[in-house]
């Protein structure tokens, strides 16, 4: 059966939502790490810098053998004119979707739909994929929970800050990360601590956390 040519509009959408986050590394990856959708970080040469944990199932690999490969690396010969054009396009336009006949370690390949973002990180392209074959309900379904409000008392942009706190961003970091200014910072720190009826940053991070409102801490990917 010939594969879908279609590529679904919420697999564009998941991209432009990690483009929203270009070169904010702590935002990137807090996305990045937590989607249900595959996603890769690849680098100039097309070699694997980060993977998903979606992207290491579907591809059963682990993040540290990714990091051996390249994009292609097991590709057959007929399918790599289709890949070096894509990326040509990925670097010359900044962007580029389609389909794409994935092949794995162990042989076994399947239709993909892929859509890729140059330079989400410097010098790092983003490459988000679905299987070509996946329901597109469900696609859509886990799209919609992606953009939905997390249930708290905090708007989206409070939750930004205090992840940010939680790994340790200081107000300037914080600033830079979010492109507001320090005073915002401030002001959203101190509605923070007002809504969770926090006394300090730790504690509303504490809070945060009991109530399910942050994932797990994440190292930040500067000083």
């Not at 010939?2 to 998941?14: D, G, I, K, M, Y």
């Amino acid at each position: 059966m010939p594969a879908p040519t279609e590529v679904p509009s919420s697999l564009r959408q998941a991209a432009e939502a990690i483009s929203a986050t270009r070169g904010h590394a702590l935002q990137l990856r807090d996305v990045f790490d937590r989607s249900p959708i595959p996603m890769v970080l690849v680098d100039n040469d097309r070699r694997y810098q980060e993977v998903n944990p979606a992207a290491r199932l579907l591809a059963r690999m682990s993040l540290e053998e990714s990091r051996r490969h390249q994009i292609g690396d097991y590709a057959p010969a007929r399918d790599r004119p289709a890949l070096l054009r894509a990326w040509a396009e990925l670097m010359e336009r900044g962007s580029v979707s389609g389909r794409y006949h994935l092949t794995f370690q162990d042989g076994a390949a399947m239709w993909i739909f892929y859509a890729a973002v140059a330079n989400a990180l410097p010098g790092q392209h983003l490459v988000v994929f679905v299987p070509a074959d996946w329901p597109g309900e469900e696609l859509e379904e886990i799209h919609r929970e992606q953009d939905a409000d997390p249930p708290s008392s905090l708007s989206r942009r409070q939750l930004d800050v205090l992840r940010l706190v939680a790994v340790g961003a200081n107000a300037s970091q914080i600033a830079s990360e979010l492109s507001i200014s320090e005073a915002t910072v401030r002001t959203h720190v101190k509605h923070i601590l007002d809504r969770l009826g926090a006394h300090n940053r730790a504690h509303a991070v504490a809070l945060a956390m009991t109530q399910g409102l942050l994932g797990p801490p994440q190292v930040p990917s500067h000083p």
